[in-house]
């Protein structure tokens, strides 16, 4: 039996009379890696942003573990799921063990005055963040960098940070925005197989990502979306494997795409019009 962690229900986002995500179901379970595809525009990273809280969607529901989640980004965190961005957000003047330690910060009990008067209970709960950051740090090779500032690192081992500190809120479900962009082809190899080890830790993943080999390479299951809808959902072999996604990703028109009629009139009404050149050609030659 299968453990659903993530559970997206009809979910739907508009912004005035754009629909940019139409009524999308969509689950992880335990244990899994899920690749979410699609064509620029397709609508996936408006639909992470309904999956943490960023968006609130216009219709249906999100569910971690059973529960509907808050559309507040730290009250999502909170319950379990944690993200990284497109674009790097590190602190670039933090060192790489204050960047993890931020991460930290939704599991730890101390208030206010325990920090202002620093007692025995806010020295422990220090110690113990800053002993599971290092844990981190080791886990993505970056501990003897521990006190580097994070703007200093080269790219692929800030794109390891970021996880790091996702990683940090001790989430059950992890989703990574495009983790491999602009990276080499030995960042991303290193890249993935970090992800299998996230995995194999017990940390479900859901990915958004362009490059094709990465996330068939990875998944369990993908989905893809196409013009805010999901297209096809099912194995790398099975997506691979239908038309329709090819169709999607070349711009071409496919059966049931909503302008499948009007592409179907415009060749029509082209192939009438080359039809009287052709025949007139052919009796040139004739003559």
Known sequence: ???????????????????????????????????????????????????????????????????????????????????????????????????????????????????LLRGPGFKKAERESEERAMELLEFIGLAHKRDHLARNLPYGEQRKLEIARAMASEPGLLLLDEPTAGMNPQETRATEELVFAIRDKGIAVLLIEHDMR?????????????????????????????????????????????GEAEAAEVEAAEAAAEAPSTTSSTKGEAK
């Open 1 to 115: 039996m299968t453990t659903p962690v993530l559970e997206a229900r009809d979910v739907t986002m508009r912004f005035g009379g754009l629909t940019a995500v139409r009524s999308v179901d969509f689950t992880v379970n335990a244990g899994e890696i899920v690749g979410l595809i699609g064509p620029n525009g397709a609508g996936k990273t408006t639909f992470f942003n309904c999956l943490t809280g960023l968006y609130v969607p216009t219709e249906g529901t999100v569910s971690y573990k059973g529960t509907v989640l808050p559309p507040k980004p730290h009250l999502v965190t909170q319950a379990g799921i944690a993200r990284t961005f497109q674009n790097i957000r590190l602190f670039a003047n933090m060192t790489v063990l204050e960047n993890v330690l931020v991460g930290r910060h939704t599991r730890t009990k101390e208030g206010l005055w325990s920090a």
């Open 214 to 258: 990465f996330v068939f390479n990875l998944s369990d299951r993908v989905a893809v979306l196409v013009q805010g809808e999901k297209l096809v959902e099912g194995t790398a072999e099975v997506v691979q494997a239908d038309e329709r996604v090819v169709a999607a990703y070349l711009g071409e028109p496919f059966e049931g795409d909503p």
